[in-house]
C-alpha cells in the first residue's frame, strides 16, 4: 500500500476504505521500503529486513555484553535467549510482527546507550539516543512506553545539567517523530 497510495494516503480498495498509517506504526515500512525498492520482491525485502533486525539485534547484545562485562558465551547464550526463544520465533517469523521485532532491537539500543552514559558524563553522543527514541516511536508503541519509563531511571541517576541534556534529546526524538505522531494522536 505504501508504494502504492504513500504516506497517509487514502486505501479505497481494503475495509471500506482507511488512510494508511493512520493507526498503525510506520517504522518498520520505512526501514524495509529501500530494500522493497531495490529487491522488488516483498518476500525477499522482508526476509532481508528480518535478517538485517537480527543481525543489528546480536551486535547490540553484544555491544551489551561487552559494556557489562560479560563473558562470550553468555552473550550469546543472552541473543539466543532474547531472539530465538518460542514467543520471539512464534510472534515475529510465524505470525509476521516484525515491527515488534524492530522495536525490540531498538529498544536495546536505547538500553546500550543508557548503560553506556549511566556511569559517564553526557556528551554530544546523547543524540544517539533521541534519534533512536524517535525510530521507536515510529515503530512500535507498547515499547514507546516501557522505554519511556525505562529512560526514567536513567534521568534520575544523573545530575540536573545532564538530565536537561538527555531531556532534550529524547524531545528531539519526539520532534523528528512528530509528522507521524501528531496525525496519530489526532486520530485517536
Same mark, same amino acid.
Given at each position: @500500500? @505504501?508504494?502504492?497510495?504513500?504516506?497517509?494516503?487514502?486505501? *479505497?480498495?481494503?475495509?471500506?476504505?482507511?488512510?494508511?498509517?493512520?493507526?498503525?506504526?510506520?517504522?518498520?515500512?520505512? @526501514?524495509?521500503? !529501500?530494500?522493497?525498492? /531495490?529487491?522488488?520482491?516483498?518476500?525477499?525485502? %522482508?526476509?532481508?529486513? +528480518?535478517?538485517?533486525l537480527?543481525?543489528?539485534? @546480536?551486535?547490540?547484545?553484544?555491544?551489551?555484553?561487552?559494556? /557489562?562485562?560479560?563473558?562470550?558465551?553468555?552473550? %550469546?547464550?543472552?541473543?539466543?535467549?532474547?531472539?530465538?526463544? !518460542?514467543?520471539?520465533?512464534?510472534?515475529?517469523?510465524?505470525?509476521?510482527?516484525? !515491527?515488534?521485532?524492530?522495536?525490540?532491537?531498538?529498544?536495546?539500543?536505547?538500553?546500550?546507550? =543508557?548503560?553506556?552514559?549511566?556511569?559517564? *558524563?553526557? +556528551? !554530544?553522543?546523547?543524540?544517539?539516543?533521541?534519534? =533512536?527514541?524517535?525510530a521507536?516511536?515510529? %515503530?512500535?508503541?507498547?515499547? %514507546?512506553?516501557? +522505554?519511556?519509563?525505562?529512560?526514567?531511571?536513567?534521568?534520575?541517576?544523573? *545530575?540536573?545539567?545532564?538530565?536537561?541534556?538527555?531531556?532534550l534529546?529524547?524531545?528531539?526524538?519526539? =520532534?523528528?517523530?512528530?509528522?507521524?505522531?501528531?496525525?496519530?494522536?489526532?486520530?485517536?
Amino acid at each position: @500500500f @505504501f508504494d502504492k497510495f504513500g504516506y497517509l494516503g487514502a486505501v *479505497p480498495l481494503w475495509y471500506n476504505g482507511f488512510t494508511l498509517f493512520n493507526a498503525y506504526a510506520p517504522g518498520w515500512i520505512f @526501514f524495509t521500503y !529501500p530494500i522493497y525498492k /531495490l529487491t522488488g520482491d516483498l518476500l525477499l525485502s %522482508t526476509f532481508l529486513s +528480518t535478517l538485517i533486525l537480527y543481525l543489528c539485534g @546480536f551486535v547490540i547484545v553484544w555491544s551489551l555484553g561487552k559494556e /557489562l562485562r560479560i563473558s562470550k558465551i553468555k552473550r %550469546t547464550a543472552c541473543f539466543l535467549f532474547i531472539f530465538a526463544n !518460542p514467543m520471539i520465533i512464534g510472534a515475529v517469523l510465524k505470525q509476521g510482527r516484525i !515491527p515488534s521485532l524492530m522495536a525490540l532491537v531498538l529498544f536495546l539500543s536505547i538500553v546500550l546507550i =543508557a548503560l553506556h552514559f549511566k556511569d559517564r *558524563p553526557t +556528551t !554530544p553522543k546523547i543524540i544517539l539516543l533521541g534519534l =533512536a527514541y524517535g525510530a521507536l516511536i515510529l %515503530t512500535h508503541q507498547p515499547e %514507546t512506553v516501557l +522505554t519511556g519509563l525505562f529512560l526514567t531511571g536513567l534521568i534520575l541517576v544523573k *545530575p540536573n545539567r545532564e538530565r536537561l541534556w538527555i531531556i532534550l534529546a529524547l524531545l528531539m526524538g519526539i =520532534a523528528l517523530s512528530s509528522f507521524w505522531l501528531i496525525p496519530f494522536i489526532n486520530a485517536a
